[in-house]
């Protein structure tokens, strides 16, 4: 089945770059998504990427999508401690708006000042 | 601007009990789904709906029962608790609408089942 895998852990110092690793399966997602999870809340969306795209930027943020070996990475440039949370990679299966997702394990990024 | 609300936000529950983990969204969302989430596990998909009177299974619905009477309401039963389903549930709504198929989470409750 449709799997999506990513490191657990991810520490870095505070003003450096993060680069967190995903690699999924299913190659024909739409999109693919960046979720973040605060501590004690739910996923929020943080960006998204689709699939015939190969990069895309946000502010502080820049998505790489590398189609051919089925893998995506979330660049933080300027890490600040308000980034430190889970980070899920996901992509989205379906014929469908999205409605069914696989989610990987979640990289849990620290940032030390 | 309520969102995607869950309740109760903690329980905790004896092997052989049922318990009902309520969702509600209030954006008119058709499609919801519930979450599990366990450590190094990330998100298991339980049960979903893509509309009023019609549910279906995800990849874990073993011991969990649900219904969707309504576009708001969308509860997960626990028909009897087992020690395996301690973990933290994650209610979740989506929309033809909503750009780029984005899901919105509630803020998770945590069971713990004894």
């Known amino acids: 089945g449709e799997d999506v895998e990513q490191s657990l852990f991810l520490s870095v110092r505070e003003g450096d770059s993060s680069v967190i690793n995903c690699t999924y399966t299913d190659s024909s997602s739409t999109y693919l998504y960046w979720y973040k999870q605060e501590p004690g809340a739910g996923l929020q969306l943080l960006t998204y990427i689709f699939s015939n795209m190969d990069m895309k930027q946000d502010q502080r943020l820049t998505v790489l999508l590398n189609k051919k070996d089925k893998h995506l990475s979330l660049r933080i440039a300027d890490t600040q401690t308000g980034d430190s949370a889970i980070y899920f990679c996901?992509?989205?299966?379906?014929?469908?708006?999205?409605?069914?997702?696989?989610f990987g394990p979640g990289t849990r990024l620290s940032v030390l000042p | 601007n309520a969102g995607v609300t869950q309740t109760p936000k903690f329980q905790v529950l004896k092997t052989g009990q049922s318990m009902t983990l309520q969702c509600a969204q209030d954006m008119n969302h058709e499609y919801m789904s519930w979450y599990r989430q366990d450590p190094g596990m990330g998100l298991r998909l339980i049960h979903y709906s893509v509309g009023a009177g019609i549910t279906d299974q995800g990849e874990v619905p073993n011991g969990y029962n649900v219904s969707r009477s309504t576009t708001e309401d969308f509860p997960l039963r626990l028909l009897s608790a087992a020690p395996s389903q301690t973990s933290v549930y994650f209610c979740?709504?989506?929309?033809?609408?909503?750009?780029?198929?984005?899901?919105?989470f509630g803020e998770g409750s945590r069971l713990t089942v004894l």
């Open positions: 996901a992509e989205s299966i379906g014929d469908n708006y999205g409605q069914n997702f696989v």
């Open positions: 979740a709504s989506s929309s033809s609408r909503t750009f780029a198929g984005e899901l919105f």
